[in-house]
Each structure stands twice: as C-alpha cells, then as structure tokens.
C-alpha cells in the first residue's frame, strides 16, 4: 500500500464531500484530513519548487484565497492512481482530452485545477509531513 497527498483546492471546496466520495468509490482509504486556509507564505512553501515562475505570484494568491482540505490517500499505486484521476494539470485542456477526470469536472481554468496530487514518492513525503508533521510515514 502506498500514500500520497491531495489537496482539494479552494476553487472546489464547496465541491469536497463530492471529491471525498469519489474518492472512496475509487478504492483509496483516507488516512488523514485536515481543512486549513494557507497563509501566502506557507502556499510559496508548499510551491517552492515554482519559485521565479511567471504564474508563481498568482499561484500562491490563489491556494492561499480560501480553505483547502489536504488528505492522506492510501492504496496500491496511489500517486500515480491519483494522478490519472485527477488528469491533466490544465483544466481547459483536460476538458478537451480526459473529460471524465476530476480536473474537467471540478477545475475552473487553466491555474484553478480544482485538486492537488503528489508527482513522486520524494515529494509525497514531503507534502505529507508538510500537512501533517506528526505523521509517522
Ligand atoms: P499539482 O502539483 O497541483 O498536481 P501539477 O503537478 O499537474 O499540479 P505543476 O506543474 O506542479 O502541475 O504546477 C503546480 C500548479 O501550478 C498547478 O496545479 C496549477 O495550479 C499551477 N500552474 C501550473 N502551470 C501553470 C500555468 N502555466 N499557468 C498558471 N498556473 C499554472
């Protein structure tokens, strides 16, 4: 069984016990969840890796606009599982491409993609401890 983090970001709060349920129905257990809003300075932390990009300001202005529920997700092949649920990083773009994913149908533009999921083992880690530092990984 492998972990990996998600976030539900502010654009589809209101949207969350639907994801949740999704969620479930694809298999994953959720292990831990947490709602928080993210000061600017934590949403450039969690982002760092986009520092000195063009959409970074508007990035963190954006994940830090509104509560977001961050969630432990466990099964077999869960990052890259949740992954290909979520679909393509551009919401416009997934619409056209993967219209089941949960970006096409929850994300709003091509920044606002509705949810978050780790791209590695390193980085679920990471974004794991980021959310919950207690957590025994
Ligand atoms: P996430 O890390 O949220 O799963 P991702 O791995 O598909 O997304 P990244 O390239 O890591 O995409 O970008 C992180 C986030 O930054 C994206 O989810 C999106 O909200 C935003 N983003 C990425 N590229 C752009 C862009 N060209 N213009 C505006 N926002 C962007």
């Excluded at 949207?15 to 694809?26: F, G, H, N, P, T």
């Excluded at 202005?61 to 099964?75: F, H, N």
Aim: proline share 5%.
């Amino acid at each position: 069984v492998e972990r990996t983090l998600a976030i539900i970001k502010p654009d589809a709060i209101n949207r969350a016990e639907e994801v949740e349920d999704i969620i479930l129905k694809s298999g994953f257990a959720i292990l831990q969840k947490r709602r928080v809003t993210l000061t600017p300075e934590q949403a450039s932390d969690f982002y760092v890796e986009h520092y000195g990009k063009l959409f970074f300001p508007s990035l963190v202005a954006y994940m830090s606009s509104g509560p977001v529920i961050a969630l432990v997700l466990a099964r077999d092949h869960a990052i890259s599982y949740w992954r290909e649920l979520i679909g393509p990083t551009n919401t416009l773009k997934a619409r056209q491409t993967h219209p089941d994913c949960l970006r096409a149908l929850y994300g709003t533009d091509d920044q606002r993609n509705a949810l978050h999921g780790s791209d590695s083992f390193t980085s679920s880690e990471r974004e794991i401890r980021f959310f919950f530092p207690d957590s025994i990984i």
